[in-house]
């Protein structure tokens, strides 16, 4: 029988320490809504709707016309039948429906390995010191794009010799280089060993220049916008990628059609953050530990926001 569930859904505002830099722009502050779902035995259960639209999901106000539209009660059905449109929606009331009717969910992350967000530009030469210190990772993240190729050339060797050798070191470009650019980072990435890969170097509509650029480099090669919606992950996988595939679950609709997805066709892949609180997180870390695979998750972001997440 398909019983209902009560909902509610409240929105929230997470002000980020410093403005994230990206290629994309300035981002100060995280917005989103916070769903939950309660049975007939009072038992409730959280989601997040975390909107990343300049990744193509639905916008906040998207989101919430959404929300309002569902009254006070929802059924598994209604769920399932959320349109592909609204891939953030997908993803929250899915995740709060498992949580309240499977008791096999792994709810400790503990076991796993996170990568940490380190800032843009000359900040990542000191940054990096206090975050392996504190968090004992192997795995860090620096953004590119934003300052000139030279100084951030200049900038990566600096940073490459700095560390320690078992760490490693995840460049993100977020598709803000051309093919010349591109290729004059990785005859430079080419000849440093702890480069673990370089996210999306080119806009997603250069998929076949970054094609050819993972088949003549030695550097590995991630894909990030290009398969930001689980309709784009199916198509980059019909036309050959063989990289990594960095995915954003929380912006990816249904985590089960995902799962699946995953397990079928053996997808080198590595869980990113899209900023969410501790809700989402959850819910995206129990797939990972689903999946089990061996790269360091991109969720160590906890230390740019103001205040603890686990609050709201």
């Known amino acids: 029988m398909d019983y209902e569930l009560k909902f509610h859904f409240k929105l929230y505002q997470n002000y980020f320490k410093q403005p994230l ?4 722009g300035v ?5 989103g809504i916070i769903i939950s779902l309660t049975n007939s035995a009072g038992v409730t259960r959280r989601g997040e709707i975390a909107p990343l639209p300049w990744f193509g999901s639905e916008t906040l106000a998207q989101a919430v016309k959404f929300c309002q539209q569902l009254g006070e009660a929802i059924t ?14 997908q993803f929250a009331l899915e995740s709060a429906y498992l949580a309240l009717t499977q008791d096999d969910l792994v709810r400790s992350s503990h076991t796993l390995n996170f990568c940490y967000l380190l800032p843009a530009g000359q900040e990542a030469l000191i940054a990096w010191q206090d975050l392996y210190q504190a968090n004992s990772t192997t795995t ?8 000139t190729l030279a100084e951030e050339i200049a900038i990566l060797k600096q940073l490459h010799n700095n560390l320690p050798p078992e760490v490693k070191l995840r460049l993100d470009a977020n598709g803000g280089f051309n093919l010349t650019q591109a290729q004059q980072l990785l005859s430079v990435t080419d000849g440093l060993q702890r ?10 509509d250069k998929f076949t220049d970054i094609l050819q650029l993972s088949q003549k480099h030695t550097t590995v090669l991630a894909l990030d916008e290009s398969v930001a919606s ?10 050959g990628w ?6 954003k679950a929380a912006i990816m609709g249904f985590t089960t059609r995902l799962r699946q997805f995953c397990q079928n066709n053996d997808l080198d892949v590595v869980f990113s953050s899209v900023l969410e609180t501790e809700v989402g997180r959850e819910a995206v870390l129990n ?11 991109g969720f160590g972001v906890q230390h740019i926001y103001n205040k603890p997440l686990t609050r709201l």
Request: with cysteine; proline share 4%; hydrophobic share 40%.
């Open 140 to 147: 860090f993240k620096w953004k590119i794009g934003v300052l």
């Open 27 to 31: 981002w100060s502050i995280r917005e």
């Open 195 to 204: 480069i673990e890969f370089i996210e999306q170097l080119l806009s997603p």
């Open 76 to 89: 598994k059905q209604e769920i399932m039948t959320i349109s592909d449109h609204l891939p953030c929606c």
């Open 242 to 247: 063989q990289g990594v595939y960095v995915i």
């Open 287 to 297: 797939l990972v530990q689903q999946l089990d695979h061996p790269r360091a998750v």
């Open 230 to 239: 689980f309709q784009q992950l199916q198509q980059t996988y019909r036309q």
């Open 21 to 24: 830099q990206t290629s994309h």
